[in-house]
């Protein structure tokens, strides 16, 4: 039985991370109203990405008999008006979500709840690849500056991210 501290943490960040979803996709629209396709494509991956991250901790609290609470989910907020303002914001939010798993982690080690331990540390790992991923795509877009052949050549190299289920824990 999971420590009911620890149960109100998770339950805490599988809010969080439909939180993130549902940033995701609001961000997607900017792309869309922009046919920028490729981008399009990247948020889609992002938005099913977020969605496993949430649905891991959903089905773990499950198995350690814990008990999953859904809470309101904030209205997404970003003020990004340009490809490289967006991507700034994503990888804000990505290393706030960083901060946000450390903090769970501290309460799994506070409980001394070992096997969650070792199932956060997935979800650690997963975030140092989102924060490389998303610092790459800000780098590119920053060296793109207003170069709209180079930026639709980022856009065609965003098109062939593909969504691989995530096997986590
Ligand atoms: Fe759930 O990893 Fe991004 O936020």
Redesign the pocket.
Known sequence: MINEKLQAAFNDQIN??LY?EYLYLAMKIFFVENDLTGFVNWFDV?VQ??HA??MGMFDYLGERGGSVKLEAIDKPVFNGKTPVEIFEEVLK??EY?TSRINALLDVAEETKDRAAIIFLNW?LK??VE?EASVGGVLAKLKLIGDDKKALLMLDKDLATRVFNPPVIG
Do not use: I, L, M, T
Request: aromatic letters at 6%.
């Open positions: 969080k991370e993130s992002q990405e977020e991250h949430a939010h990505e979500v979800y997963e975030q989102e």
